[in-house]
């Protein structure tokens, strides 16, 4: 964004007016697009007037500096983020209300633009993020920190719907919704559990659905993605 273009400063003004903010906050936020994206578009502000609305400023603001806030503090190179991830991140994140899933939104984000960052980031974990209540995030963060704590022990992890509903004091059946979401979008896996009796050259399983469930090599992806640090 260059400083010799007049549309440019003012559709700043009339956005900045309109979202009862500075017009100084939405260049900053103009240049912060244009910096993550690789200045893959050149006019960052109709981008904020046509996609995220007047009304969404004020989020798009404070995911920004989230952002830049976080890859301070880790003190590492930035890399661009294409604009296809990306863009949909801010699209998703400036109409989020829950300060729980705006946190997940800004680390998704900061890893994508932390050029040390080495785990996988796939582009659908933005829809998978969007498809996530905030009771979601919390029943699969404990369900996966407890996973990954004992993830070397080489045995396969299975987690009780009932005591995790007695250990979070969350209803079972709020358990089991959030569960059975967290499956659909294949992050966690319906337990199965095989016993000692035999058919032929096979054992006898038991589909435990989410009565018992596990966690996919994708929900360990996303969880570190999702999270800042993890």
């Known amino acids: 964004m260059t400083g010799t273009d ?12 309109a979202a009862d903010t500075s017009v100084d906050a939405v260049k900053k936020l103009a240049s912060f697009i244009d910096s993550t994206f690789g200045n893959a578009i050149t006019n960052s ?26 890859l301070k503090e880790r003190g590492v190179d930035k890399r661009y983020v294409p604009v296809a991830f990306g863009l949909p991140i801010i699209e998703k994140a400036t109409v989020e209300e829950e300060p729980l899933l705006q946190e997940k939104w800004a680390n998704l984000l900061t890893n994508a633009r932390d050029a040390t960052y080495d785990k996988p980031i ?14 979601d995030t919390q029943i699969f963060d404990i369900v996966v920190r407890e996973y990954l704590a004992i993830v070397g022990n080489g045995e396969e992890s299975l987690f009780s719907r009932e005591k995790l509903s007695k250990s979070t004091r969350v209803p079972e059946d709020v358990v089991e919704n959030a569960v059975r979401n967290l499956i659909r979008l294949g992050l966690l896996k319906p337990g199965v559990v095989t016993g000692g009796i035999s058919m032929g050259e096979h054992r006898v399983s038991s589909y435990k659905d989410t009565e018992l469930f596990g966690v996919t090599a994708l929900g360990v992806d996303f969880f570190h993605a999702v999270n800042d640090g993890q």
């Open 6 to 17: 007049p549309s440019i400063g003012r559709q700043a003004k009339d956005i900045a007016e």
């Open 45 to 70: 502000i109709g981008i904020l007037g046509d996609k995220l609305a007047y009304y969404r400023l004020t989020k798009a603001i404070e995911l920004q500096e989230a952002v830049d806030r976080k």
């Open 122 to 135: 796939r582009r659908n974990f933005t829809s998978m993020l969007a498809d996530m209540e905030p009771v």
